[in-house]
């Protein structure tokens, strides 16, 4: 068999960029990194809530295109996206690692400069809030001062949200998407159901990574923090845990009650 040399990348584009650097915006993203304080912490906790804010963002992509999907009554589109928002969650709850080893004393050397800037005013976070049916509207106010983003959250708010395409979905078959729905699907044979309850169980791996990603959440507060007031001006941990303790599409959870 003949031998085929490998061939080297190409090194001479001569241009101001490479085509890398125009693709993606690499000068743009490098640029957005503005530590206030002398703490090197702080470049890691910028650089870990930059990295949610885009896992957020694209997740919102994926569960949107899987309510897309639902509504068209294409059960494997919507599994596809979920699927791949899998992916998207896994890497979102990794991303607490980039902040599992920072101090007490790191973090309170640029809290300070942090302000009132709290993660709970994240729009991106709030989109994927309000898509998981936790419409809470006065929320809305965070952002009355910036019509485009007010505009886009108004919009998933009065919306259907993920759990709510589900239940059209399975009411145009007959079915119902509360705790005894979902029963009476885990139990049948009959195999349009039987895709149903595999579809429930993938909503269960979706839910899973929630709270997943709200625990470390949790943990990390409670390691770097305490139970001091949060900058948002919340109670702080015993806030957070209300929301880690919350169950995520708590129909599928009950139906587990019965079975
Ligand atoms: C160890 C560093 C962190 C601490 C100490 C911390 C602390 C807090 C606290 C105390 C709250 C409650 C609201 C408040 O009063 O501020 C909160 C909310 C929140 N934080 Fe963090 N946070 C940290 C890192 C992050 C990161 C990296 C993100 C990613 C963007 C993030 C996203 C959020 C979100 C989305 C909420 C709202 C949660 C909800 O509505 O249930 N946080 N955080």
């Known amino acids: 068999m003949a031998s085929r040399t490998p061939t080297s990348p190409r090194l001479d584009f001569g241009e101001?960029?490479?085509?890398?650097?125009?693709y993606a915006g690499i000068d743009e993203l490098h640029s957005l990194q503005h530590p206030r304080s002398k703490e090197p912490a702080e470049r890691t906790f910028i650089v870990a809530t930059q990295v949610m804010e885009l896992l957020f963002a694209q997740l919102r992509q994926e569960w949107t295109s899987a309510q897309h999907a639902l509504r068209a009554d294409d059960l494997a589109g919507a599994t596809a996206a979920l699927r791949r928002g899998l992916g998207v969650q896994d890497v979102l709850v990794g991303s607490w690692d980039l902040l599992a080893t920072m101090t007490p004393v790191?973090?309170?050397?640029?809290?300070?400069?942090?302000?009132?800037?709290?993660?709970?005013?994240?729009?991106?976070?709030?989109?994927?809030?309000?898509?998981?049916?936790?419409?809470?509207?006065?929320?809305?106010?965070?952002?009355?001062?910036?019509?485009?983003?007010?505009?886009?959250?108004?919009?998933?708010?009065?919306g259907p949200s993920l759990y709510d395409d589900v239940a059209a979905l399975l009411a145009r078959h007959g079915l119902s998407a509360d705790a005894e729905g979902w029963t009476g699907i885990y139990r049948s044979s009959d195999p349009p159901q039987r895709e149903f309850?595999?579809?429930?169980?993938?909503?269960?791996d979706?839910?899973?990574?929630?709270?997943?990603?709200?625990?470390?959440?949790?943990?990390?507060?409670?390691?770097t923090m305490g139970a001091k007031p949060g900058t948002g001006g919340s109670s702080g941990l015993s806030w957070l845990q209300k929301a880690a303790d919350q169950d995520v599409f708590p129909d599928l959870w009950s139906a587990r009650n019965a079975l």
């Open 197 to 204: 309850a595999l579809f429930g169980e993938l909503l269960l």
């Open 16 to 22: 101001p960029t490479t085509p890398y650097t125009a």
């Open 106 to 158: 790191e973090f309170s050397a640029f809290r300070p400069y942090l302000g009132e800037a709290s993660g709970f005013q994240s729009y991106a976070y709030l989109h994927l809030e309000f898509l998981l049916g936790n419409k809470h509207a006065p929320l809305l106010d965070l952002y009355a001062g910036h019509p485009r983003v007010h505009a886009e959250l108004t919009e998933t708010l009065n």
């Open 206 to 223: 979706v839910a899973e990574r929630v709270s997943e990603w709200r625990r470390r959440h949790y943990t990390s507060v409670k390691r």
